[in-house]
Protein backbone atom coordinates (compact mmCIF):
# COMPACT_ATOMS: atom_id res chain seq x y z
CA UNK A 1 0.00 0.00 0.00
CA UNK A 2 2.81 2.56 1.31
CA UNK A 3 4.32 1.58 -2.16
CA UNK A 4 1.59 2.49 -4.45
CA UNK A 5 0.79 5.81 -2.43
CA UNK A 6 4.85 6.80 -2.72
CA UNK A 7 4.37 6.19 -6.17
CA UNK A 8 1.49 7.94 -6.96
CA UNK A 9 2.51 11.05 -5.36
CA UNK A 10 5.84 10.89 -7.00
CA UNK A 11 3.96 11.02 -10.32
CA UNK A 12 1.58 13.62 -9.20
CA UNK A 13 4.93 15.88 -8.18
CA UNK A 14 6.42 15.08 -11.57
CA UNK A 15 3.44 15.98 -13.33
CA UNK A 16 3.34 19.30 -11.93
CA UNK A 17 7.12 19.98 -11.91
CA UNK A 18 7.17 19.22 -16.29
CA UNK A 19 3.91 21.50 -16.18
CA UNK A 20 5.66 24.70 -14.43
CA UNK A 21 8.76 24.14 -16.37
CA UNK A 22 7.39 23.28 -19.39
CA UNK A 23 5.06 26.82 -19.16
CA UNK A 24 8.38 28.95 -18.91
CA UNK A 25 10.00 27.70 -21.73
CA UNK A 26 6.96 27.09 -24.27
CA UNK A 27 6.16 29.93 -26.53
CA UNK A 28 3.37 32.43 -25.24
CA UNK A 29 1.33 31.71 -28.77
CA UNK A 30 0.46 28.44 -27.06
CA UNK A 31 -0.87 29.83 -23.82
CA UNK A 32 -4.47 29.88 -23.67
CA UNK A 33 -6.52 33.24 -21.83
CA UNK A 34 -8.46 30.87 -19.29
CA UNK A 35 -7.74 27.95 -17.66
CA UNK A 36 -11.03 25.65 -19.57
CA UNK A 37 -8.55 23.58 -21.05
CA UNK A 38 -7.22 22.21 -17.68
CA UNK A 39 -11.15 21.29 -16.98
CA UNK A 40 -11.47 19.69 -19.90
CA UNK A 41 -8.17 17.57 -19.54
CA UNK A 42 -8.92 16.01 -16.02
CA UNK A 43 -12.55 15.27 -16.64
CA UNK A 44 -11.49 13.51 -20.33
CA UNK A 45 -8.74 11.93 -17.95
CA UNK A 46 -11.50 10.96 -15.23
CA UNK A 47 -13.68 9.62 -17.59
CA UNK A 48 -11.18 7.33 -19.28
CA UNK A 49 -9.33 6.15 -15.75
CA UNK A 50 -13.34 4.88 -14.27
CA UNK A 51 -14.22 3.58 -17.15
CA UNK A 52 -11.28 1.12 -17.54
CA UNK A 53 -10.97 0.28 -14.40
CA UNK A 54 -14.83 0.12 -13.43
CA UNK A 55 -14.49 -2.72 -16.80
CA UNK A 56 -11.29 -4.26 -15.69
CA UNK A 57 -12.66 -5.04 -12.34
CA UNK A 58 -16.09 -5.87 -13.64
CA UNK A 59 -14.79 -8.56 -16.26
CA UNK A 60 -12.54 -9.74 -13.61
CA UNK A 61 -15.31 -9.93 -10.93
CA UNK A 62 -17.70 -12.09 -13.31
CA UNK A 63 -15.09 -14.31 -14.54
CA UNK A 64 -14.26 -15.57 -10.78
CA UNK A 65 -18.11 -15.45 -10.36
CA UNK A 66 -18.77 -18.11 -12.93
CA UNK A 67 -15.58 -20.08 -12.09
CA UNK A 68 -16.85 -20.53 -8.71
CA UNK A 69 -20.62 -21.67 -10.33
CA UNK A 70 -18.39 -24.35 -12.52
CA UNK A 71 -16.96 -25.32 -9.02
CA UNK A 72 -19.84 -26.38 -7.80
CA UNK A 73 -20.84 -28.32 -10.82
CA UNK A 74 -17.77 -30.15 -10.52
CA UNK A 75 -18.02 -31.15 -6.94
CA UNK A 76 -21.81 -32.34 -7.32
CA UNK A 77 -20.84 -33.98 -10.51
CA UNK A 78 -18.22 -36.53 -7.90
CA UNK A 79 -21.24 -36.63 -5.50
CA UNK A 80 -23.42 -38.34 -7.90
CA UNK A 81 -20.57 -40.35 -9.54
CA UNK A 82 -19.77 -41.64 -6.44
CA UNK A 83 -23.23 -42.09 -5.39
CA UNK A 84 -23.77 -44.11 -8.72
CA UNK A 85 -20.33 -45.83 -8.17
CA UNK A 86 -21.36 -46.94 -4.50
CA UNK A 87 -24.30 -49.44 -6.35
CA UNK A 88 -21.31 -51.42 -6.65
CA UNK A 89 -20.37 -51.97 -3.49
CA UNK A 90 -21.07 -54.99 -0.70
CA UNK A 91 -24.56 -53.86 0.76
CA UNK A 92 -23.34 -52.20 4.31
CA UNK A 93 -20.83 -50.07 2.81
CA UNK A 94 -23.39 -49.01 0.00
CA UNK A 95 -25.87 -48.18 2.38
CA UNK A 96 -22.82 -46.51 4.89
CA UNK A 97 -21.67 -44.12 2.00
CA UNK A 98 -24.55 -43.32 0.22
CA UNK A 99 -26.23 -42.10 3.04
CA UNK A 100 -22.84 -40.01 4.41
CA UNK A 101 -23.49 -38.69 0.60
CA UNK A 102 -26.77 -37.48 1.07
CA UNK A 103 -26.23 -36.12 4.84
CA UNK A 104 -23.09 -34.33 3.10
CA UNK A 105 -24.66 -33.05 0.09
CA UNK A 106 -27.80 -31.91 2.54
CA UNK A 107 -25.05 -30.56 5.34
CA UNK A 108 -23.60 -27.84 2.52
CA UNK A 109 -27.05 -26.20 1.59
CA UNK A 110 -28.68 -26.25 5.19
CA UNK A 111 -25.21 -25.42 7.17
CA UNK A 112 -22.44 -24.50 4.97
CA UNK A 113 -24.48 -22.41 1.93
CA UNK A 114 -25.24 -19.58 5.58
CA UNK A 115 -21.59 -20.08 6.59
CA UNK A 116 -20.48 -18.72 3.66
CA UNK A 117 -23.05 -16.15 3.05
CA UNK A 118 -22.28 -14.49 6.48
CA UNK A 119 -18.93 -15.75 7.74
CA UNK A 120 -16.90 -16.18 4.40
CA UNK A 121 -15.70 -19.73 5.52
CA UNK A 122 -16.94 -23.49 5.18
CA UNK A 123 -17.77 -25.57 7.97
CA UNK A 124 -15.54 -28.19 9.89
CA UNK A 125 -18.45 -30.57 10.29
CA UNK A 126 -18.90 -31.02 6.90
CA UNK A 127 -15.55 -31.48 6.55
CA UNK A 128 -15.29 -34.31 8.71
CA UNK A 129 -18.62 -35.97 6.75
CA UNK A 130 -16.61 -36.30 3.55
CA UNK A 131 -12.80 -37.05 5.17
CA UNK A 132 -15.00 -40.25 7.13
CA UNK A 133 -16.24 -40.91 3.59
CA UNK A 134 -13.10 -41.01 1.94
CA UNK A 135 -11.43 -42.83 4.99
CA UNK A 136 -14.43 -45.80 4.69
CA UNK A 137 -13.68 -45.93 0.91
CA UNK A 138 -10.24 -46.33 1.16
CA UNK A 139 -10.61 -49.08 3.41
CA UNK A 140 -12.86 -51.20 2.12
CA UNK A 141 -11.13 -54.70 1.45
CA UNK A 142 -12.08 -56.95 -1.15
CA UNK A 143 -10.63 -59.53 -4.12
CA UNK A 144 -13.68 -59.55 -5.82
CA UNK A 145 -12.64 -57.42 -9.08
CA UNK A 146 -15.95 -56.01 -9.43
CA UNK A 147 -16.01 -54.44 -5.83
CA UNK A 148 -12.52 -53.14 -6.06
CA UNK A 149 -13.48 -51.35 -9.59
CA UNK A 150 -16.20 -49.67 -8.04
CA UNK A 151 -13.94 -48.49 -4.61
CA UNK A 152 -11.82 -47.10 -7.59
CA UNK A 153 -14.25 -45.08 -9.29
CA UNK A 154 -15.65 -43.85 -5.79
CA UNK A 155 -12.36 -42.89 -4.88
CA UNK A 156 -11.63 -41.01 -7.53
CA UNK A 157 -15.00 -39.17 -7.66
CA UNK A 158 -14.13 -38.61 -3.92
CA UNK A 159 -10.79 -36.85 -5.05
CA UNK A 160 -12.61 -34.68 -7.23
CA UNK A 161 -15.32 -33.82 -4.49
CA UNK A 162 -12.44 -32.98 -2.71
CA UNK A 163 -10.14 -30.89 -4.82
CA UNK A 164 -13.50 -29.48 -6.19
CA UNK A 165 -14.02 -28.67 -2.42
CA UNK A 166 -10.81 -27.03 -1.88
CA UNK A 167 -11.31 -24.20 -4.83
CA UNK A 168 -14.51 -23.45 -3.10
CA UNK A 169 -12.55 -22.69 0.09
CA UNK A 170 -10.46 -20.24 -2.02
CA UNK A 171 -13.24 -18.57 -3.87
CA UNK A 172 -15.32 -17.81 -0.82
CA UNK A 173 -12.09 -15.66 0.57
CA UNK A 174 -11.34 -14.11 -2.94
CA UNK A 175 -11.60 -10.55 -3.22
CA UNK A 176 -10.29 -7.74 -5.44
CA UNK A 177 -6.73 -6.46 -4.48
CA UNK A 178 -6.98 -3.44 -2.46
CA UNK A 179 -5.61 -1.49 -5.02
CA UNK A 180 -7.74 -1.61 -7.23
CA UNK A 181 -10.60 -0.61 -4.84
CA UNK A 182 -8.35 2.47 -4.02
CA UNK A 183 -8.33 3.26 -7.78
CA UNK A 184 -12.08 2.67 -8.21
CA UNK A 185 -12.80 5.25 -5.10
CA UNK A 186 -10.22 7.60 -6.69
CA UNK A 187 -11.90 7.82 -9.95
CA UNK A 188 -15.49 7.79 -8.20
CA UNK A 189 -14.32 11.21 -6.68
CA UNK A 190 -12.96 12.68 -9.44
CA UNK A 191 -15.75 12.17 -11.38
CA UNK A 192 -17.95 13.73 -8.74
CA UNK A 193 -16.11 16.56 -8.06
CA UNK A 194 -16.15 17.51 -11.84
CA UNK A 195 -19.12 19.44 -11.49
CA UNK A 196 -17.12 21.51 -8.19
CA UNK A 197 -14.28 22.03 -10.41
CA UNK A 198 -16.12 23.16 -13.74
CA UNK A 199 -17.93 25.74 -11.98
CA UNK A 200 -21.25 24.55 -12.67
CA UNK A 201 -23.78 26.61 -11.87
CA UNK A 202 -26.30 25.00 -9.00
CA UNK A 203 -30.05 25.03 -10.66
CA UNK A 204 -32.57 22.37 -10.64
CA UNK A 205 -31.21 20.46 -13.66
CA UNK A 206 -27.76 20.56 -12.33
CA UNK A 207 -28.60 18.94 -9.05
CA UNK A 208 -31.25 16.12 -10.49
CA UNK A 209 -27.94 15.69 -13.01
CA UNK A 210 -25.78 14.90 -10.42
CA UNK A 211 -28.08 12.82 -8.32
CA UNK A 212 -28.47 10.56 -11.26
CA UNK A 213 -24.67 10.71 -11.97
CA UNK A 214 -24.36 9.98 -7.73
CA UNK A 215 -26.75 7.32 -8.26
CA UNK A 216 -24.88 5.47 -11.65
CA UNK A 217 -21.57 5.01 -9.74
CA UNK A 218 -23.16 3.63 -6.23
CA UNK A 219 -24.57 1.61 -8.52
CA UNK A 220 -21.77 0.08 -10.02
CA UNK A 221 -19.58 -0.01 -7.04
CA UNK A 222 -22.22 -1.78 -5.04
CA UNK A 223 -22.36 -4.35 -8.32
CA UNK A 224 -18.50 -4.65 -8.18
CA UNK A 225 -18.89 -5.41 -4.51
CA UNK A 226 -21.45 -8.45 -4.90
CA UNK A 227 -19.60 -9.77 -7.52
CA UNK A 228 -16.29 -10.38 -5.44
CA UNK A 229 -18.49 -12.35 -2.89
CA UNK A 230 -19.04 -15.48 -5.50
CA UNK A 231 -22.02 -16.95 -2.49
CA UNK A 232 -23.21 -13.53 -0.96
CA UNK A 233 -25.10 -10.52 -2.21
CA UNK A 234 -27.48 -10.38 -4.94
CA UNK A 235 -25.41 -11.95 -7.32
CA UNK A 236 -24.14 -14.83 -5.92
CA UNK A 237 -23.54 -18.61 -6.96
CA UNK A 238 -27.30 -20.91 -6.87
CA UNK A 239 -27.20 -23.80 -4.62
CA UNK A 240 -28.75 -25.69 -7.86
CA UNK A 241 -25.95 -28.06 -8.82
CA UNK A 242 -26.12 -29.39 -4.73
CA UNK A 243 -30.37 -29.59 -5.17
CA UNK A 244 -30.00 -31.01 -8.34
CA UNK A 245 -27.77 -34.23 -7.29
CA UNK A 246 -30.27 -34.65 -4.41
CA UNK A 247 -32.56 -35.41 -6.94
CA UNK A 248 -30.26 -37.72 -8.69
CA UNK A 249 -29.46 -39.61 -5.57
CA UNK A 250 -33.16 -40.30 -5.31
CA UNK A 251 -33.39 -41.26 -9.21
CA UNK A 252 -30.60 -43.98 -8.47
CA UNK A 253 -31.74 -45.53 -6.10
CA UNK A 254 -35.30 -44.38 -5.53
CA UNK A 255 -35.01 -43.19 -1.58
CA UNK A 256 -34.95 -40.01 0.19
CA UNK A 257 -32.85 -37.36 -1.47
CA UNK A 258 -32.06 -35.63 2.06
CA UNK A 259 -29.54 -37.61 4.66
CA UNK A 260 -32.30 -36.34 7.38
CA UNK A 261 -34.01 -39.30 7.75
Known amino acids: MAEELLVAISTAMVAVAVFVVGDLIRPRSWRHASDESSHTLVLDLAKTFFTAVVAFVFVTCWQQ????????ISESK??????LAAQALPGPEQQWIQEQLRAYTDQVLTQEWPLMEKEN??????DDTLDKLRYRVASIQTSDASVAEARARAMESLDKVAQARHDRAMDVQRRIPQFLYIALILGA??????????????????LAMTAL??????????????????????????????????????????????GQE
Open 65 to 72: NQNAHSRT
Open 78 to 83: GLVDTY
Open 189 to 206: VLVLLNPVLSGMHVSRRS
Open 121 to 126: RLSRSV
Open 213 to 258: LGVVLGTVLLAIHDLERPYAGSIKVPTNAFTYAQSQYQHITGGPAS
